[in-house]
């Protein structure tokens, strides 16, 4: 993890209405699936960066919502990669991605990397057809896609942690031998470890979004989120 | 440079410059961010006799100027952090100041009992949070029993009443932790926390003033510091010091280099 300048290359307004960033970085400094990094305005005595995940990777960089205030040409002092993303088995084949609370368009780098894989890949709640590759199905029933995947990948709001644990228990079929990870990314103000803000208590005790997920295994943060 | 004494133990901090407690973890975590060689002394990340869960719900609602921590200062407990810290504060190039947390005098005296044998800490600072003058007496009486320089640390909008009390029992200083505050998080429920960003520093800054005049011992400034410039005008203020807290998470340098450097000036 460093700090490295970003170029906001260019930001457009995609179809649901959000603004994104096209962002121009050193390999190095691009978050994987599940990475993100955090983003300022140098000089601006910014209370907090801005934990950005990315939408698209590229070889010189990667997209993400743009914060209110970037502008294009603008450069950014980005820390990161931060964290630990998303780990598919080598031998799955059948990729759930799913968003618990909220869009999974943070889960849309995990699904070029099925679809380059050549795993089938179904994905939820619905995101436009525009931004989805043919060969990925629209998720209708989560429960016949959690009973089908051999790897399941969530993106949960914190505070959906609960429910989500109590519909994965309903589901005998992933208890039995799907892979499951978990992306939970409570506010993370440092993304350091230090300020221990993003504090989650798991089965194997307290742990750190920032340091030891936010990318988490399955059954590993089947307990009540803090 | 700055020395503060109890007759028995002197702790020197040089530069006069410092992290806030809570912004660097409680030992080493934040080796490749932050340089603890270039501050006058390391303070750990606040710690309790047993351990500290999360606090619940939001913990961080950003608002212009800055941003509501509501955390609940979680840690392992006293035991856990010394077995895990120890060998690596005395590996820090900076003498180490332990924050304690502590809501009863037998909570402090059982604190101290534990760190005053142990050489890797040089000093104590005591969270008072939001005690009043009475109890904030009792807790740093507590606290100087071990002989252990102790610094009183007092909310930013405390009345002077709290600092005068941790001096009159026995402080070797006084700092200046986060403001309170509150803010409605996106369902409406309130939730009260500490106060960061650049908004907080004319608090601070009053603060300093007010206390640097009204006090015998020194005055550790603190809160919304983001520039060098703000170092200086603490200090010109009658601030004996100051710690930097979540510009550390930031632009570090905004206010490490220079701020260094003013502070030997």
Known sequence: MSRTPAQVASIRLDPDGSSVARLICPPTAIPAAGQFGLALRPGEASPLRTAIFPRELHADGFTTPAARTWQPGDVLDLLGPVGRGFRPPPNARRWALGGVGRPPDRLLPLL????????????????????????VEIVQDQADALAWADYVALDVLPEALDEIGAR???QPGTLA??????????????????????????RRG????????????????????? | MLTLSTGKRQLIIDPPVMNAAGVLGFSNEANSFVNVGQLGAFLTHPISLAPRAPALGLRVIPFDGGFLLHTGWPNPGMTTVLRQHRRRWAALPRPVILHALAATTTEVDRMIGRIEVIEEISGIELGLGEADATLASDLVAAAVRSQLPVLAQIPVTAGPEIALAGQQAGAVAVSLGPPRGAL?????????????????????????????????????????VYDAAQVRTLLDAGAAGVQLDSVLWTEPERVMTDAVEWSRA
């Not at chain 1, 380059?116 to 989805?132: C, I």
């Not at chain 1, 939970?184 to 208590?201: D, K, S, V």
């Open chain 1, 206 to 226: 307290r742990q750190l979004a920032c340091l030891d997920g936010p990318v988490f295994d399955w059954p590993l943060t089947d307990r009540k989120a803090v």
């Open chain 2, 184 to 224: 409605a998080d996106p369902t409406g429920r309130v939730v009260h926390g500490r106060l960061y960003g650049p908004a907080v520093f004319p608090l601070a800054l009053q603060a300093t003033e007010r206390l640097a005049r009204e006090l015998e011992i020194p005055v550790l400034a603190s809160g919304g």
């Open chain 1, 112 to 135: 070029q990397r099925g679809i380059e894989v050549g795993a089938g890949v179904a994905v939820w709640p619905p995101l436009p057809a525009e931004r989805l590759p043919p060969q």
């Open chain 1, 177 to 202: 031998g799907a892979a499951i990870q978990v992306l939970i990314a409570p506010a993370m103000p440092c993304g350091l470890g230090l300020c221990q803000a993003c504090a989650i208590a798991g």
């Open chain 1, 168 to 170: 994965l228990r309903r």
